[in-house]
């Protein structure tokens, strides 16, 4: 019997029982080309064959409804996949169940209606800090400083929440950096915090630039006119080293 092939074009042929890794590498630029058909296809074989990468980017599909219908209970049994079969150290696979179990802690955070997973945020932020202690993820890392300030699944412990966003911020996420400057300038350390506000401001992504703005822009509000001044000098100065 002639196997399945999957062929966007002639240089890129593959059949169902090609390598996990050839199916994995053929899904991903099927993906990146544009036809998720095919993507879809050879990363469901890739994985059913336990290619870690290939179920992490269905999972992100699901997750997404990016080629596929939206499915959040689909996406989180598949990440749940990639964290059960866990990753050596120093392999790519650590970068998936990271990734993996940051997804996990969002839904176990919210709950996903119409499935058996209920809103848990003492389980979420047991996956967050798995993923930012155990990987050092940087979503995770401020995810849990916001659990930890708002007391979110156990007590509040702003110092605690403060340690976690300065390690985030360090590796560049916007929204530590800003929540980092928001509590140094609550603690009286006022240029310093409106610098490191100002400058998370100006590399935020479009999801978080609006919540930063406001409260940068609160900041500003109270503060006189020498701290400002000199503190969008400091922002300037972060911007080119990144030192934060």
């Known amino acids: 019997m002639t196997m399945p092939c999957f ?7 593959v059949k169902e029982d090609s390598s ?11 993906y990146k080309n544009g036809h998720k058909d095919e993507a879809v296809k050879a990363l469901r074989f890739a994985a059913e064959k336990g290619h870690q990468g290939a ?17 959040d209970y689909q ?19 650590e970068s998936y169940v990271a990734d993996a179990l940051v997804a996990l802690a969002g839904y176990v955070k919210r709950g996903i209606p119409n499935s058996p997973i209920n809103s848990n945020p003492s389980a979420a932020r047991d996956l967050y800090l798995q993923a930012a202690s155990n990987f050092g993820d940087s979503d995770a890392q401020f995810e849990l400083g916001k659990m930890l300030m708002k007391g979110e699944g156990g ?20 929204g530590a950096q800003a929540m980092l400057g928001n509590l140094l300038f609550q603690a ?20 978080d630039r609006a919540w930063i703005r406001d409260v940068q822009e609160q900041a500003f509000s109270i503060s006189d006119e020498a701290d400002r001044r000199t503190a969008m000098v400091l922002a300037e100065d972060i911007i080119k080293t990144g030192d934060f």
């Open 75 to 93: 996406a989180y049994k598949m990440f749940e996949q990639v964290v059960h079969e866990g990753a050596d150290q120093g392999t790519e696979n």
């Open 155 to 174: 007590q509040p412990s702003p110092n605690q929440a403060a340690r976690w966003f300065r390690l985030s911020a360090q590796k560049g996420n916007a």
């Open 20 to 30: 996990p890794f050839a199916l994995f590498k053929f899904g991903f630029s099927a």
């Open 188 to 207: 009286g350390k006022t240029v310093r915090g409106l610098a490191m506000m100002t400058a998370a401001l100006e590399h935020a992504n479009k999801q």
């Open 55 to 71: 179920n992490w980017k269905l999972a992100r599909m699901y997750a997404e409804g990016d080629g596929v219908k939206e499915d």
């Open 7 to 13: 062929a966007f074009d002639t240089q890129n042929e």
